[in-house]
């Protein structure tokens, strides 16, 4: 008897590269367009897998239901769910409500790289409204009450090429850098620092506790290193974080233990303990908390974003 595939040994998202963006699968020749590519595709599609790219990807929803994956976060969608990617951040969306025949159109994205926008912030500084927004998708954001804005905006980027295009692509990039009522999706990041000095103390402690995430560290000990009390130290790390000191640590050890949840068949008791927490209950609560799901659950589910039905067949 033949037994059905078993999920993928390698769990890494792939890679996208340009060279394998094929016309043939909707996506825009690159001899006809600039840095800003427009993208629309149906589901199932060979697009549609657990990958990252280098450029940032605006997707919107159209059509169909489902789970969405984006870094370490799982959620549902459903038509108008806009989610704006930043580089390498791995992402996929599974619709789970197929009917015979899929789906014609479900995904309409928008792809654009980094460097020309910096590059061109540095001297337009209009353009560097937008910075704030790019640096808060390393984490994917979504946004809420934009839909119908957004169809309208995707439609005038595709229609247009060259200045037009890059017209309506910024006035896309105003609307989304100045949107209000949004989400931050994966893991945890620091917010602006005062200055320059306390932006290289917090990097320095941020990279100590996701370099050491299983090392017991204080807030006593660390406002002590810094010559602070520690009431002003847990002042400042929340001002410059959004989190409290613990709740920053709690966060980081289950992002750590997220990734190993679902990258390698370590037994959950053994990520408990990998990645500081010194009791499986408190390990199980704090995830329960932070993912809103126990890691038992967090795994089944993230097996589902290669787009695997349970059996581990392709949908």
């Known amino acids: 008897m033949q037994h059905p595939p078993q999920l993928p040994r390698q769990r890494q998202p792939e890679l996208e590269h340009d060279y394998a963006r094929s016309p043939a699968l909707g996506y825009e020749a690159p001899e006809d367009v600039g840095f800003i590519r427009c993208l629309s595709h149906g589901f199932p599609t060979p697009l549609a897998r657990w990958h990252h790219h280098d450029e940032y990807e605006l997707h919107l929803i159209v059509a169909s239901s489902g789970k969405a994956f984006v870094g370490d976060w799982i959620g549902p969608f459903q038509p108008g769910h806009l989610v704006l990617c930043g580089p390498r951040l791995p992402h996929n969306w599974i619709s789970m409500d197929l009917p015979e025949g899929g789906f014609a159109q479900r995904d309409l994205v928008i ?20 910075l704030p927004l790019l640096e808060r998708a390393r984490r994917g954001i979504e946004f809420f009450g934009l839909a119908e804005q957004a169809r309208a905006h995707w439609e005038r980027v595709k229609a247009t090429h060259g200045l037009l295009r890059f017209a309506a ?18 893991s945890v990041q620091m917010q602006s620092a005062d200055d320059d000095t306390q932006l290289d103390q917090i990097n320095a402690i941020v990279s100590r506790i996701t370099d050491n995430v299983a090392q017991p560290l204080s807030a006593s000990e660390l406002a002590g290193e810094l010559g602070m009390s520690e009431s002003r130290f847990s002042r400042f790390f929340r001002r410059a974080t959004g989190n409290t000191f613990t709740d920053f640590v709690n966060r980081i050890r289950v992002n750590r233990a997220c990734q190993l949840l679902m990258d390698s068949d370590r037994l959950v008791t053994h990520i408990c303990f990998e990645v500081g927490f010194n009791n499986v209950a408190n390990f199980n609560r704090r995830f329960l908390d932070i993912k ?14 290669f787009g695997l039905l349970p059996d581990g067949r392709r949908n």
């Not at 792809?111 to 353009?127: G, K, N, R, T």
């Not at 896309?172 to 009522?181: I, K, N, R, V, W």
């Not at 809103?292 to 974003?305: D, L, V």
């Open 169 to 186: 692509f910024a006035e896309f990039l105003g609307e989304l850098a100045h949107c209000t009522d949004y989400r931050l999706l994966s």
């Open 292 to 305: 809103g799901m126990t890691p038992t659950e967090f795994r089944r589910q993230s097996g589902q974003r």
């Open 111 to 130: 792809q654009f790289p980094h460097a020309p926008i910096a590059a061109a912030a540095e001297h337009i500084p209009e353009l560097a409204e937008a």
